[in-house]
């Protein structure tokens, strides 16, 4: 999501999807401010991926696996106040669900990831 058109355009989706689920595919290289997760019943979100991996997590061929490499901010605030030399100096976004998006956050069918990986990273 680049800009507030992005933001009204998953909006107007979600309007016009009445009870079916809204499925945001995120495509990025930087971290994103998730402003657009209360009209999305799902995010999937990729880091130079094929398009038809998405396809894949959609059908239900392949299960998401993947952790976030970076953390996504709460706001725009929390961007500006950001350190660009700093990892992890930021709060992340915290869902409607509970779940944070911070670094090695990733969900999988079964729910949140929590395996070797995560445990490695979150060191």
């Not at 290289?29 to 999937?44: H, N, S």
């Not at 094929?50 to 061929?61: E, F, K, M, N, P």
């Not at 106040?81 to 992890?88: A, R, Y």
């Amino acid at each position: 999501m680049e800009n507030q058109t992005d933001l009204a355009l998953v909006k107007e989706t979600k309007a016009a999807m009445g009870d079916k689920p809204v499925v945001v595919l995120l495509s990025t290289t930087r971290p994103v401010v998730m402003e657009f997760e209360p009209w999305a019943d799902a995010i999937l979100v990729a880091f130079g991926v094929r398009s038809a991996a998405y396809l894949d997590i959609v059908t239900g061929s392949k299960e998401p696996y993947g952790l976030l490499p970076m953390q996504f901010p709460i706001d725009m605030n929390t961007v500006e106040e950001q350190f660009e030399d700093t990892p992890h100096d930021m709060i992340p976004y915290l869902d409607a669900c509970g779940n944070r998006y911070d670094f090695a956050f990733g969900m999988n069918w079964s729910g949140v990831i929590d395996d070797a990986r995560v445990k490695k990273y979150k060191k």
